[in-house]
């Protein structure tokens, strides 16, 4: 049972603008925080962003003032807005739902940023 659906990503040229969805649950949107993660070749998983129940987000150092996350409750869903995206920037992004009841993870999409 796919509890995170994720959507979006693909490949973009440096300074090009992505945006990625992940859908779930009402009852998970209801109890989760929801962050987005990157995992780089041969690097491990790192925080990209999150998004607290009530709305306050929290970004690595390296993507702030370029993406943007953001939670749609009538929608249950979270987004992340990549812009002026990097080479850097690719990596296979994860979304994930985390609270005292569970942490789950989504499928996974690659995004790719060409010089």
């Known amino acids: 049972q796919v509890q995170l659906a994720q959507s979006g990503g693909g490949s973009v040229q440096a300074g090009g603008s992505l945006r990625l969805s992940c859908a779930t649950s009402?009852?998970?949107?209801?109890?989760?925080?929801m962050g987005w993660y990157r995992q780089a070749p041969g690097k491990q998983r790192e925080l990209v962003a999150t998004?607290?129940?009530?709305?306050?987000?929290n970004y690595a150092d390296s993507v702030k003032g370029r993406f943007t996350i953001s939670r749609d409750n009538a929608k249950n869903t979270v987004y992340l807005q990549m812009n002026s995206l990097k080479p850097e920037d690719t990596a296979v992004y994860f979304c994930?739902?985390?609270?005292?009841?569970?942490?789950?993870w989504g499928q996974g999409t690659q995004v790719t940023v060409s010089s």
């Open positions: 009402t009852i998970i949107f209801s109890i989760a925080d």
């Open positions: 998004i607290a129940r009530g709305g306050s987000t």
């Open positions: 994930n739902a985390n609270s005292t009841r569970l942490n789950t």
